[in-house]
T-cell receptor, first 111, second 114 residues
Framework: DAKTTQPPSMDCAEGRAANLPCNHSTISGNEYVYWYRQIHSQGPQYIIHGLKNNETNEMASLIITEDRKSSTLILPHATLRDTAVYYCIVSVRDTGNQFYFGTGTSLTVIP | SAVISQKPSRDICQRGTSLTIQCQVDSQVTMMFWYRQQPGQSLTLIATANQGSEATYESGFVIDKFPISRPNLTFSTLTVSNMSPEDSSIYLC???????????FGPGTRLTVT
C-alpha cells in the first residue's frame, strides 16, 4: 500500500516556482523518497530521489525535513510542459525496489 | 538510464481472449516489474518478474490471470488471460539496476476489452 499523502491538485503560474508537498509520516529509516511525473498517460518519468539530505538535479530540487516525515519537490521555473501528475513514493531499495503509487498531485501550470 | 519498448502499444480485444504484452530493454537489468493503470487511476504494481523463476505477485493478482515470463535479463512478457472489460487499462513495465535506485518505465500498452 502507498505510504504517502499528496494534495490532489495544484496550480502554478508559468515561470514561478512550483512547490509540491508530500507527507510520509510512517517512513522507515532505510526508505528513500522518490518523485516521478506522468504526462498524458505516458510512462512515468523519474525526477529525483533522496534519503535524508536535500538533493538537486537539472530538473528539480528535493527538500526532505529533518524528521523525514515530509518532503517538497521544487520545480524552480515552471513551464507549460511541467503540467503533469506528480507522484511521491517511498521505497526500500534493498528489497527489490517495489513502488507503491499513491494518488499523486495533478499540477497545472497556467500561462 | 534504460530505453524500454513495449509491444503492442495498444490493442482492442474481445472478451474471453488473451493478450501477451512484451517488454524489451536495451541493456541488462536486475529487476523488472509490471504495473496496471486503470482509467483515471494511479499505477498499481502487479508483480515482480524474476529471471529464471516464477514471478512474485502482489495481493489481488494471480498467476492464472496474469502469467509472466522473464527468460533473460532484457526481456519479459505479461499475459492478460480470459479478458473482461474490467481489464481495460494501461499496462506498463519498469526496470531497475542493482547499482541504481531509480526505476525506468516503458511507454505502456493501452488495452481496451470489448
Amino acid at each position: 500500500d502507498a505510504k504517502t499523502t499528496q494534495p490532489p491538485s495544484m496550480d502554478c503560474a508559468e515561470g514561478r516556482a512550483a512547490n509540491l508537498p508530500c507527507n510520509h509520516s510512517t517512513i522507515s529509516g532505510n526508505e528513500y523518497v522518490y518523485w516521478y511525473r506522468q504526462i498524458h498517460s505516458q510512462g512515468p518519468q523519474y525526477i529525483i530521489h533522496g534519503l535524508k539530505n536535500n538533493e538537486t538535479n537539472e530538473m528539480a530540487s528535493l527538500i526532505i525535513t529533518e524528521d523525514r516525515k515530509s518532503s517538497t519537490l521544487i520545480l524552480p521555473h515552471a513551464t507549460l510542459r511541467d503540467t503533469a501528475v506528480y507522484y511521491c513514493i517511498v521505497s526500500v531499495r534493498d528489497t527489490g525496489n517495489q513502488f507503491y503509487f499513491g494518488t499523486g498531485t495533478s499540477l497545472t501550470v497556467i500561462p | 538510464s534504460a530505453v524500454i519498448s513495449q509491444k503492442p502499444s495498444r490493442d482492442i480485444c474481445q472478451r474471453g481472449t488473451s493478450l501477451t504484452i512484451q517488454c524489451q530493454v536495451d541493456s541488462q537489468v536486475t529487476m523488472m516489474f509490471w504495473y496496471r493503470q486503470q482509467p483515471g487511476q494511479s499505477l498499481t504494481l502487479i508483480a515482480t518478474a524474476n529471471q529464471g523463476s516464477e514471478a512474485t505477485y502482489e495481493s489481488g493478482f494471480v498467476i492464472d490471470k496474469f502469467p509472466i515470463s522473464r527468460p533473460n535479463l532484457t526481456f519479459s512478457t505479461l499475459t492478460v488471460s480470459n479478458m473482461s472489460p474490467e481489464d481495460s487499462s494501461i499496462y506498463l513495465c519498469s526496470v531497475s539496476h542493482s547499482s541504481l535506485r531509480e526505476q525506468y518505465f516503458g511507454p505502456g500498452t493501452r488495452l481496451t476489452v470489448t
